[in-house]
């Protein structure tokens, strides 16, 4: 067990505590007196993520202090446009990502950094309870000498506090500084929830303070990873090669009904929509794309060298990619019926990056790269289409997509409570229409920001856009 507040250097280990409360009044101030702290998280992270590159016992080197660094500026992009849960997940992600490569530094490989990273969150709370634990031993060998304490600090405190009084009195202008500075304070009020705030961020900041006690648990060389042999009497190549014969066959049906009814148009029989048509095969038919993606990557050991097995994967496969796509359009149907809303939005996303992943296989599998190839690029696909949504108004599509069908029946109580985001669209179909489509009772409106912690681009372009139709009606707006 390493003593508590050891590191490379002493300078280092008396000035962790002290970042740490500094931090601590940081982040209340921040974060907890905001209701919607969007620049606040940014300043925070980067704050914290500053301190963590300070207190490591080495110089972590360019390229460490680049990567780590870049991955923050992407990671701060999220919170500062939208306060919401995947933008907080995506700021906490680059904060990790940059202490694992300061941690690892620029010498080591780019996997070290990625180990250090995802190793983390579990050694934060060893070493937590370890320096707890050190903390009570050392307190007890220790009997502070209170005398010499207040001889020390009596003078010096007394009557320059005397002077800070004289001065105020005598000087109206700091007068109204420390007014203003009592808006921006900590409040040490003693509220369950604010205490239980300040522990979790005790435990977030205390773990970016400890990376380098932490440096050789998260540095630790991997494990080797334990092979997983497929049993070989159900998974063979006359298995296989079965499977995909039989598999080909069953889709073929699927892929025929889809290509004459949704593709070619055909009649429907007596009593079925293409509303309900859609609906029925939507989503159960990305989960059978899914699975079959699945038995594709088994396959693939047994169809090298073997043109048939080869050319019945990639027909498959071929009928899969169809399969998603059928299923996207079956969605688009029955979005034009009943209207999108958020988990139709969601479903459509979901379903092409299911279609990306399949082309990649094909690629993977034309090109004779590994699975973790493809594993990695999807990876990075899905992260990257996540990232993406990060930036858009979601509400505000929704609203607007709705809102421009004439046809369309209004579910007011769902459209009223998407969020600020839809305001202007709502905003613009009340101009049009003449009439109110949510009542006050909603509480729909774009609330703007009291100070810049709650600054946000999205909330900035929210209120600009109702400025514009401000000279024509009232609009939900908090000033």
């Not at 370890?130 to 903390?135: K, N, P, S, Y």
């Not at 097995?309 to 969605?331: C, D, E, K, P, Y």
């Not at 609330?447 to 946000?456: F, H, I, T, V, Y």
Request: proline share 5%; with cysteine; charged share 10%.
């Amino acid at each position: 067990m390493q003593p508590f507040l050891t590191t490379t250097s002493r300078a280092q280990s008396r000035l962790a505590p002290v970042l740490l409360v500094a931090l601590l009044l940081v982040s209340d101030l921040l974060i907890w007196q905001v209701s919607t702290p969007r620049l606040a998280w940014a300043v925070f992270a980067l704050t914290l993520t500053a301190a963590a590159q300070m207190l490591v016992g080495h110089s972590p080197g360019r390229r460490a202090v680049l990567m780590g660094w870049g991955g923050m500026a992407l990671g701060v992009l999220p919170v500062m446009e939208e306060l919401q849960t995947l933008s907080v997940l995506f700021l906490f992600a680059a904060m990790i990502h940059a202490a694992g490569w300061f941690v690892a530094g620029s010498t080591a490989p780019q996997s070290a950094a990625i180990r250090a990273g995802l190793r983390l969150f579990g050694q934060a709370f060893i070493r937590i309870a370890l320096d707890l634990f050190g903390f009570g031993r050392a307190t007890a060998q220790v009997r502070p000498s209170g005398v010499g304490l207040l001889r020390d600090w009596a003078l010096p405190l007394g009557l320059g506090g005397l002077f800070v009084l004289l001065f105020l009195s005598a000087n109206p202008l700091l007068d109204r500084w420390l007014q203003a500075l009592e808006n921006w304070s900590p409040r040490l009020d003693f509220d369950p929830v604010h205490v239980g705030f300040w522990l979790v961020m005790a435990c977030l900041i205390w773990s970016f303070l400890r990376l380098d006690a932490m440096r050789p648990k998260l540095l630790a060389p991997a494990k080797p990873l334990i092979a997983v042999s497929l049993p070989k009497a159900l998974i063979n190549p006359g298995s296989v090669l079965r499977a995909l014969v039989t598999f080909n066959v069953i889709f073929a049906l699927q892929t025929g009904l889809d290509l004459t009814y949704l593709w070619g148009g055909a009649d429907l029989p007596d009593g079925m929509s293409y509303a309900t048509y859609a609906h029925r095969g939507a989503y159960p038919l990305v989960l059978t794309a899914l699975l079959a993606g699945g038995f594709s990557l088994i396959a693939q050991p047994f169809v090298a060298g073997q043109p048939l097995m080869r050319g019945l994967l990639f027909l498959w496969t071929a009928q899969n990619i169809l399969l998603v796509l059928s299923s996207i359009l079956r969605l688009d149907l029955y979005i034009d019926a009943y209207g999108l809303t958020r988990l139709r939005f969601a479903a459509l996303i979901w379903m092409g990056l299911v279609v990306a992943g399949l082309v990649l296989m094909v690629w993977q599998v034309m090109r004779a790269k590994p699975v973790g190839w493809l594993f990695r690029q999807s990876a990075v696909l899905g992260l990257g289409s996540v990232y993406v949504c990060c930036f858009v108004n979601v509400a505000g599509l929704i609203a607007s997509h709705n809102l421009a069908r004439p046809d369309y029946s209004f579910d007011n109580y769902y459209l009223c409570t998407l969020g600020p985001g839809a305001v202007p669209a709502i905003t613009r179909a009340e101009l049009a229409t003449g009439q109110d489509l949510c009542d006050t009772d909603y509480g729909l409106f774009v609330k703007s920001p009291q100070d810049l912690r709650e600054w946000g681009y999205r909330n900035y372009r929210l209120r600009n856009s109702l400025a514009a139709l401000a000279a024509l009606t009232e609009v939900r707006t908090v000033p």
